[in-house]
């Protein structure tokens, strides 16, 4: 049995953090993933990755390879690596902005395959925002630097996604003051646009039914609790569904989440991060995908982060990076169904 279909292209998976749980979480991925695939190359530092393995007493043989090309037809045998070298030695849990170019080179070439047809798409491991942030990184996240990597028509729209819930938060990583002050019913109209036509070209869902959160308590309760909702996320959903979208609510954001209510929509189009992300992240952490939308490449994620605090110790679940690298493979699968001959 060959480890991935012959049609698609191995994925590219990002080194991440140097000192989080991306390198434990990488060797387990391919432990689970060999025989079956998908099959992917991690864009990482192979003494590193070698040297994690050592620590953990894990036996994970490795391929230098110069291209995904390459790496389809060892990944049963062998975890294949293209090499970006890390400048300092990382130490589990102690992030290293001197390791920073080796981070952010990793993602950058794992966009450049991607833009080539050389891999079928991106997979991230989680990054630490404020050691790169140090450094003078300039974006937000992955979702805004892939977005300007890969010469995004619009900024790119994050969608966590899971068998249990799909949410998409409208304004990401700012203040909640920040969310506030800055959301704007244009904003929901083209978020929630993006999302509709992400949860129909990758993930098949020809007519996505999207719930709208509202922002306050009861959903404003006829505005004695705050005006957002019939000031700015009613005129919203009105403008989707004028578009031929199958949005509604606003909903109160207490109750929408429900295992009952849960069935009436394919996605919840909610305000800010944490109203998206709380949900999914309780139901469901180990099984939870990030996924960018908008983007000209595939680039899915685990939905957690660096955890740096068990870093090293071998008890990183890897559940999330494993869903996260199968449906990038589905999405890519898809994507290449519907192309061109
Ligand atoms: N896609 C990305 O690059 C992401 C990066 N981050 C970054 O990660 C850093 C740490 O963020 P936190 O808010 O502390 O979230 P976190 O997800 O790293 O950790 C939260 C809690 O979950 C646990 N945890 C996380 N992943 C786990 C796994 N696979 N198995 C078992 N336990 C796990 C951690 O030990 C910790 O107790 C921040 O710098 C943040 O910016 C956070 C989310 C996504
Ligand atoms: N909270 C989600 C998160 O931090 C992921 O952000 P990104 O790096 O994928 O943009």
């Known amino acids: 049995?060959?480890?991935?279909?012959?049609?698609?292209?191995?994925?590219?998976?990002?080194?991440g953090d140097p000192a989080g749980i991306g390198g434990e979480l990488t060797l387990a991925a391919w432990a689970r993933l060999r025989a079956e695939g998908p099959a992917f190359v991690a864009?990482?530092?192979?003494?590193?990755?070698?040297?994690?393995?050592a620590h953990l007493g894990w036996e994970v043989p490795l391929a230098s390879v110069s291209g995904p090309e390459e790496a389809a037809a060892v990944f049963r045998d062998?975890?294949?690596?293209?090499?970006?070298?890390?400048?300092?030695?990382?130490?589990f849990g102690q992030p290293d902005p001197a390791n920073?170019?080796?981070v952010l080179g990793?993602?950058?070439?794992?966009?450049?395959?991607a833009q080539a047809g050389r891999a079928g798409g991106v997979v991230t491991n989680p990054i630490s925002k404020a050691t790169l942030y140090r450094t003078g990184f300039a974006f937000?996240?992955?979702?805004e630097f892939l977005g300007a990597l890969a010469g995004a028509a619009e900024p790119p729209v994050m969608l966590l996604a899971s068998p249990m819930l799909r949410v998409v938060p409208v304004t990401i990583h700012v203040s909640l003051r920040q969310a506030l002050d800055t959301l704007r019913t244009e904003e929901i109209i083209r978020t929630g646009l993006a999302l509709a036509r992400g949860l129909r070209e990758g993930f098949g869902i020809p007519a996505p039914r999207i719930a709208v959160a509202g922002l306050n308590p009861h959903a404003g309760e006829e505005g004695a609790m705050g005006d957002e909702e019939p000031r700015l996320v009613l005129p919203?959903?009105?403008?989707?569904?004028?578009?031929?979208?199958?949005?509604f609510g606003p909903l109160p954001p207490d109750t929408m989440f429900t295992a009952r209510a849960r069935q009436t929509y394919d996605a919840a189009l909610c305000l800010y991060h944490d109203q998206a992300l709380i949900p999914i992240k309780t139901l469901d952490m180990d099984g939870g995908v990030n996924v960018t939308l908008g983007l000209p490449i595939i680039r899915t994620s685990p939905d957690h982060g660096t955890a740096f605090g068990i870093a090293g110790q071998g008890i990183a679940d890897p559940g999330s990076l494993v869903a996260a690298l199968r449906?990038?493979?589905?999405?890519?699968?898809?994507?290449?169904?519907?192309?061109?001959?």
Do not use: F, N, W, Y
């Open 78 to 91: 062998r975890l294949p690596v293209m090499t970006i070298r890390c400048p300092v030695p990382p130490v």
């Open 100 to 102: 920073a170019p080796a």
């Open 140 to 143: 937000p996240g992955h979702t």
């Open 1 to 15: 049995m060959s480890a991935a279909p012959p049609s698609q292209p191995p994925l590219a998976l990002t080194m």
């Open 106 to 113: 990793s993602i950058e070439r794992a966009v450049a395959l």
């Open 43 to 53: 864009l990482d530092d192979p003494s590193r990755l070698a040297g994690i393995a």
């Open 327 to 341: 449906l990038a493979a589905e999405m890519a699968a898809r994507r290449s169904s519907k192309a061109p001959a």
């Open 236 to 247: 919203a959903i009105e403008a989707l569904r004028a578009g031929g979208v199958d949005a």
